[in-house]
T-cell receptor
Framework: DAKTTQPPSMDCAEGRAANLPCNHS???????VYWYRQIHSQGPQYIIH???NNETNEMASLIITEDRKSSTLILPHATLRDTAVYYC????????????FGTGTRLTIIP | GAVVSQHPSRVICKSGTSVKIECRSL??????MFWYRQFPKQSLMLMAT?????????EQGVEKDKFLINHASLTLSTLTVTSAHPEDSSFYIC?????????FGQGTRLTVV
């Protein structure tokens, strides 16, 4: 079973910041938070991952709460191409642990 | 970033025939690859874990004799759907582990008629 909880859908206006929440209250100390997105009829795309510090890359920022029980993915200036299903996943980094996908959040960017 | 190539992207086959799907890691070596299946409006479901040079590990409920997985090299894993039936029609996706992340192929849309 997936270890994360996400809202099923969200809308965001084009050009605004999209903030996608994720709850992972049972996360263990050696598990990372990963975010992927899947655009219709394509394979998932890696976005970002983190352990406990906030992370930023060219695609997004990841904010993890101090207790690590929840996190937020931020797309700073959403475009229509960001419309996709976003998956928040917790997993170990060491080894080759499989990724277990939940239902994700369907993000729709509104023109 | 790491690139995973999956082929074919789309295939239509007749019921009872077999279909092979290839998954290649283009710029890195992958000792472990994963195969997923996705039905319309559903999330990805892991089918099996493919390890180079050894037998694949199948998830509960996945028929290993129907979904044959071969991982003969560090850059190639194949999934063969044997004796395909219409209920096998789905979107099949592979992924490969690279450093701290897993990277996915483009997916294969299989339609069995």
């Amino acid at each position: 079973d997936a270890k994360t909880t996400q809202p099923p859908s969200m809308d965001c206006a084009e050009g605004r910041a999209a903030n996608l929440p994720c709850n992972h209250s049972t996360i263990s100390g050696n598990e990372y938070v990963y975010w992927y997105r899947q655009i219709h009829s394509q394979g998932p795309q890696y976005i970002i991952h983190g352990l406990k510090n906030n992370e930023t890359n060219e695609m997004a920022s990841l904010i993890i709460t101090e207790d690590r029980k929840s996190s937020t993915l931020i797309l700073p200036h959403a475009t229509l191409r960001d419309t996709a299903v976003y998956y928040c996943i917790v997993r170990l980094v060491l080894g080759n642990e499989k990724l277990t996908f939940g239902t994700g959040t369907r993000l729709t960017i509104i023109p | 970033g790491a690139v995973v190539s999956q082929h074919p992207s789309r295939v239509i086959c007749k019921s009872g025939t077999s279909v092979k799907i290839e998954c290649r890691s283009l710029d890195f070596q992958a000792t472990t690859m994963f195969w997923y299946r996705q039905f319309p409006k559903q999330s990805l479901m892991l089918m099996a874990t493919s390890n180079e040079g050894s037998k694949a590990t199948y998830e509960q409920g996945v028929e290993k004799d129907k979904f044959l997985i071969n991982h003969a090299s560090l850059t190639l894993s194949t999934l063969t759907v044997t004796s395909a039936h219409p209920e096998d029609s789905s979107f099949y996706i592979c992924s490969a582990q690279f450093r701290a992340g897993a990277f996915f192929g483009q997916g294969t849309r299989l339609t069995v008629v």
